[in-house]
């Protein structure tokens, strides 16, 4: 029976109801993270929640840790049938205020981490005729201001997800890609910005959200039993990617208003 499921950034937010969505159908997961605290609770939870398996510390920067942990499943579970690639960190700043080390860091976890991932459990999906759901963000999509380094990274991960899609149809290994908008998480905990008040703007985002990790992680287990490659959980999101698709002049003059008030609100008042 095919019920066996990796996910990484397991230790809270979006993965850790993930885990929880998938073992309520009594899945048996492995579960990764950077944060063990937030790791061992999480999977606390999935064993109440009706699921089994085991956590295992891992930073999705290096591959070695990543093999070692598809070597886990294969040595548990015999093998492995989806793989949830959802580890990820928060950044923003104008282009001009980015230090090359801030894109170093986005694009090796948010990009790179992704990327290691799909390569790491590939043979093992390959076996099962598995799937691979990839986390990505609106920002793939619509490429907000002041995060440049992130907006690269997540459309990186969309364009990785849409050469997956075609590659590797052939060998029967279905491939998804999720662009929540921001949602009620603690993404904000890992937040690298040059100001406060950046991160005070982009936490004002977050909280604008109605819909919970919770809700999302209901929605992508929908979407993906009824085969759907791009899942766009916000209703926000979905109509702000048609419009784009319409009109896409009118998109970049709303973000270019929205970069203006952001830059006038970073300024401090003149005395």
Known sequence: MHNRIMITGAGSGLGREIALRWAREGWRLALADVNEAGLRETLTLVREAGGEGFAQRCDVRDYSQ??????????KFGGI????????VASGGFFGELSLEDWEWQLSINLMGVV???????????????????IA??????????????NVAKAGVLALSESLLIELRQQQVAVHVVCPSFFQTNL???????TPAMKAQVGKLLESSPISAADIAGYIYQQVAEGQFLILPHEQGREAWQLKQRNPQLIYDEMASMAEKMRAKAKPAQA
């Not at 990543?66 to 040595?75: M, R």
């Not at 963000?137 to 490429?143: E, G, R, T, V």
């Open 137 to 150: 963000s609106m920002a793939a999509l619509m490429q907000g201001p002041a995060m440049s380094n992130y």
């Open 116 to 134: 290691k991932g799909c390569k790491a459990f590939l043979p093992m999906l390959e076996r099962s005729k598995g799937r691979i759901i990839n």
């Open 81 to 88: 049938d989806v793989i949830v690639n959802n580890a990820g």
């Open 66 to 75: 990543l093999t070692a942990l598809a070597q886990a499943c294969e040595e």
């Open 188 to 194: 904000l905990d890992s937040f690298r910005g040059p």
